[in-house]
């Protein structure tokens, strides 16, 4: 029988949720999920100079929200926990982990102060790799235990061979094969008692059954180093899938300072959930039948991580804005609606139906920050340019407009219910009796309620939702402009 699937994702709550985070947790979602396995969240606070106050609440609202919902987690007791790693500090976890492999001479104890280190560091200056220097293995069993005894703080390190090769394997990139001298002896667990990031991803992974794990490509010089604990541990080692690079625009690394770096920033910028989560699963993977638009259920179904391509990934803002449009498009009502109104009702207030003027706007925007310069003008008659009544296409200039518009008026002013039909026929019945194009009156009459060229809806979707008095008001304003 197969071994069952099972993923993690493992933030660490130091801010706002980088899409680059978004996409580790998708991937890892959709990879347990499209076998049947099991999706676990574990919370990586060790670093707890960087710990963020409010970023656990983050994380948990936005896999929420995004429907990245986990089988086992902090609040979710699959039998494998505690889900945090502050928690597994204090069961004692790391340190019985890091002193077996002190006992095994794969690790060692390591007294060094800042001063030293940091000479260290500058000795090494202009060489590619800044590289311990082992000294403290040398130390005898006799000294280690008389430091200990001292309370002199200490680290605990990796002891990397200074000789041969270590190889690993990654399920996109192949086989890997680094030389060991270019490997630090890395801390396992700092001088705080806690373990570094890197350490305790290896433990924790064993520890919850973890097969797959998904990370930036970024970590790939890290990874034979893993190889080495697992093998000194002689633990089977999961499966790696080393995702490529987002960039912006630009090419460069997808900076926090770009505006739309974290699923945050893109909520607060119009963004519906579904559409992020569809955009984010195509950083870097294609399905087969190059489908684009695709629900979490779509994604689960097709997602092969052996389709992520290598090369960079580009953030395309354009193209998540026409994906986002697409998916406010196919929106139910109640949802747009709830989404929407609060824009309109920024314009508009409660002076108009801000429901009809949300229904205009449905299939015209691609982020709902997009409704309220679109529809300014109901809420004030903007002061625009007479030339705008000159439209070569619909064959009108100021003169015609001023003529259909002078003809026009006893009719709109008759006009009792001022709907969409009652307005459609009034001028219907005007352009048949006069014996023009369409255009060359509804152009003017559009102008004239709106003095806008482009706008939601058109003559008669813009008068039925002002009204007649107000409607009136703004052709006469239209004929004073052209005298």
């Known amino acids: 029988m197969a071994q069952k699937i099972r993923t993690r994702y493992a933030p660490s709550p130091t801010g706002r949720m980088h899409?680059?985070?978004?996409?580790?947790?998708?991937?890892?979602?959709?990879?347990?999920?499209?076998e049947g396995g099991d999706y676990i969240l574990r919370i990586e606070d060790t670093d707890r100079e960087r710990f963020f106050e409010g970023a656990l609440e983050i994380i948990y609202r936005t896999l929420e929200k995004t429907g990245l919902n986990y089988d086992e987690g902090p609040d979710k007791d699959g039998g494998v926990g505690p889900y945090v790693q502050s928690e597994r500090v204090e069961a004692g976890i790391y340190m019985k982990y890091a002193l077996q492999l002190v006992e095994k001479g794969e690790a060692y104890y390591c007294f060094c102060g800042k001063e030293r280190l940091e000479q260290l560091h500058e000795a090494a200056e202009g060489s590619d790799v800044a590289k311990y220097d082992k000294h403290c293995l040398s130390l005898s069993k006799e000294e280690i235990e008389a430091n200990l005894a001292a309370g002199k703080p200490f680290v605990i390190?990796?002891?990397?061979?200074t000789t041969g090769t270590t190889t690993f394997h990654d399920e996109l990139y192949g086989d890997i094969t680094v030389p060991n001298e270019d490997l630090d002896d890395m801390v396992l667990?700092?001088?705080?008692?806690?373990?570094?990031?890197?350490?305790?991803?290896?433990?924790?992974?064993?520890?919850?059954?973890?097969?797959?794990?998904?990370?930036?490509?970024?970590?790939?010089?890290?990874?034979?180093?893993?190889?080495?604990?697992?093998?000194?541990?002689?633990?089977?080692?999961?499966?790696?899938?080393?995702?490529?690079?987002?960039?912006?625009?630009?090419?460069?690394?997808?900076?926090?300072?770009?505006?739309?770096?974290?699923?945050?920033?893109?909520?607060?910028?119009?963004?519906?959930?579904?559409?992020?989560?569809?955009?984010?699963?195509?950083?870097?993977?294609?399905?087969?039948?190059?489908?684009?638009?695709?629900?979490?259920?779509?994604?689960?179904?097709k997602f092969d991580y052996m389709h992520i391509n290598k090369s960079p990934a580009v953030f395309d803002i354009q193209k998540l804005r026409w994906m986002n449009g697409e998916y406010i498009?196919?929106?139910?009502?109640?949802?747009?609606?709830?989404?929407?109104?609060?824009?309109?009702?920024?314009?508009?207030?409660?002076?108009?139906?801000?429901?009809?003027?949300?229904?205009?706007?449905?299939?015209?925007?691609?982020?709902?920050?997009?409704?309220?310069?679109?529809?300014?003008?109901?809420?004030?008659?903007?002061?625009?340019d007479v030339e705008l009544f000159t439209h070569k296409k619909m064959k009108t200039d100021a003169a015609i407009s001023r003529e259909v518009l002078t003809e026009m008026l006893p009719g709109l002013q008759a006009i009792e219910k001022y709907d969409h039909d009652s307005l459609s026929a009034f001028v219907t019945d005007y352009v048949t009796k006069k014996g023009i194009k369409n255009g060359q009156a509804l152009w003017p009459?559009?102008?004239?309620?709106?003095?806008?060229?482009?706008?939601?809806?058109?003559?008669?979707?813009?008068?039925?939702?002002?009204?007649?008095?107000?409607?009136?008001?703004?052709?006469?304003?239209?004929?004073?402009?052209?005298?």
């Not at 390190?157 to 061979?161: C, G, L, S, V």
């Not at 992974?205 to 970590?219: A, F, K, P, Q």
């Not at 139910?332 to 508009?348: Q, S, T």
């Open 19 to 34: 899409v680059g985070n978004l996409r580790t947790a998708l991937y890892a979602y959709l990879i347990a999920k499209h």
């Open 157 to 161: 390190r990796q002891n990397i061979p």
């Open 189 to 301: 667990i700092k001088s705080d008692g806690y373990p570094t990031y890197n350490f305790a991803n290896v433990i924790d992974d064993h520890l919850m059954g973890i097969t797959h794990v998904v990370r930036g490509n970024e970590y790939i010089s890290s990874s034979p180093k893993y190889t080495r604990l697992y093998a000194a541990f002689g633990w089977e080692e999961p499966k790696y899938i080393h995702c490529p690079l987002i960039t912006g625009e630009d090419h460069k690394k997808l900076s926090k300072r770009s505006g739309h770096a974290s699923y945050e920033d893109l909520v607060a910028q119009g963004f519906v959930d579904e559409a992020v989560v569809n955009y984010v699963a195509l950083f870097g993977w294609n399905p087969e039948d190059n489908q684009e638009i695709m629900s979490l259920d779509d994604l689960v179904r």
């Open 329 to 384: 498009k196919a929106m139910d009502e109640e949802k747009y609606l709830e989404k929407a109104l609060p824009f309109v009702k920024n314009v508009v207030g409660d002076k108009l139906d801000a429901v009809k003027i949300a229904d205009l706007m449905k299939t015209r925007i691609e982020v709902f920050p997009d409704i309220e310069p679109a529809i300014d003008f109901f809420a004030e008659l903007p002061d625009y």
């Open 445 to 483: 009459l559009r102008i004239a309620v709106s003095g806008k060229a482009m706008t939601p809806g058109g003559a008669y979707e813009i008068m039925e939702i002002l009204g007649k008095d107000e409607s009136l008001r703004r052709i006469g304003i239209a004929l004073e402009k052209l005298g």
